[in-house]
């Protein structure tokens, strides 16, 4: 029988269709609900369990351009009155939380300013904006502040500001070094933007830099891949995060796909991306990098740390701040509301502005940092016996030994190692480890 050509064909195992890969919460977003959003109060009026860490998110959503792939909440057509206008919000809102028992007398470990594009703010609209939340939550014991910046932004006078404010990681969005890839998939910078970005950042003598870079953008080839790995030797950032491309379902890309009937997403399948990328970490241990997660790669572990993610994959109070922010607070994960207008409206009225939330159980905390923590590549089982009596070994047995016979990890006395392979489809392994109830293929 002769295929109908209007009826899109099955996808292969290997084909990259919609949907979200990377797994960054647990339980998953389709589990919080508006119901839970009174354990948000509760979550804030408790006391703070003891050594848990605080960090503050703040999102800003504010973007020349949105990229075709991007699933983020973001907004293009914003003045600077509106801009200003949310940026105050977002200050009463810390002004609100920063009241509550659970931050009374504790100052944040690590900050980070995620977008959007926080370097799409003016330099004094940054000095403003950081003056003030550090009036309410000092930052003079903070071992990271995070801070990521869109290449063509950050003209010498921007990142001058970036440092004076006290950014010790910047974060270049990169994504590819080719000015046609960068134009297709939307972004708004082009390679000359990079190069010059990177060269004054550089010049500001930032503690740490580090550069995205997005493998399987739509008409990546081989010979631009390897290029991009080149490209990004030569710059030498301390830090390489490399993503797998993914087409979540509200991005340009899959809006395209649904109009033209297409099941596939028209870039690179997984095998091809995490090959992609495991040659590109081959190149990069060459040239004196070592592998610190399935996404990244660090010029000097010893200097180098990423302080956001490894203090919230150990079960870090984070308050997110800004519209669509999560937080991860007393055991409580919750969004905020994800359109601007109804955000600036509920703090207007004086009420935090939750959409959503989950009261994680103990058994529920143990797996979120088990699998988190999976994604770094290892996992030591003191950990998990010290903070949660939970015995990994044991708990997850037949998890563990059949990802082991697929040579995925190995399983020793104390810990589990991943492999390679393992390590660049993590996302991928981490669903066996749910509990029952979680096991959905609506991973958003």
Known sequence: MNHDPTTPAVPAKSDTVAGNYFISNYPPFSFWSEDQKIEVEVALNSEPAPDTKLGVYHHIPFCRKRCHFCYFRVYTDKNAKEIQTYLDATIAELKSIAERPLLQGRKPHFIYFGGGTPSYLSAKQLHELTDRLKAILPWDQAEEVAFEGEPGTLNAAKLAAIKQVGVTRLSLGIEHFDDHVLEINGRAHRSGEVYAAYERARAENFSQINIDLIAGMVEETEALWQRNIEETIKLRPDSVTIYQ?????????????????????????????????????????????????????????????????????????????????????????????????????????????????FRTSPEERMIREFILQMKLGHVEFAYFIDKFGVDISQRFAGQLDHLAAEGLLTVSDTGVRLSRDGLLCVDTLLHEFFLQQHRTSQIV
């Open 245 to 357: 491309m993914e087409v979540p379902y509200n991005t340009t890309i899959y809006k395209e796909m649904k109009a033209e009937g297409k099941l596939v997403a028209p870039v690179a399948d997984w095998m091809t991306k995490r090959r992609w990328v495991k040659e590109a970490f081959a190149a990069l241990e060459s040239a004196g990098y070592t592998i610190g997660s399935g996404y990244t790669a660090v010029l000097n572990p010893k200097r180098t740390k990423f302080v956001y993610r490894d203090e919230l994959w150990s079960g870090a109070d984070l308050i997110g701040l800004g519209v669509a922010s999560f937080s991860h607070a007393a055991g409580v994960h919750y969004q905020n509301l994800t359109e601007i207008d109804p955000y600036l409206a509920v703090l207007k009225a004086g009420e935090l502005p939750i959409k959503r939330a």
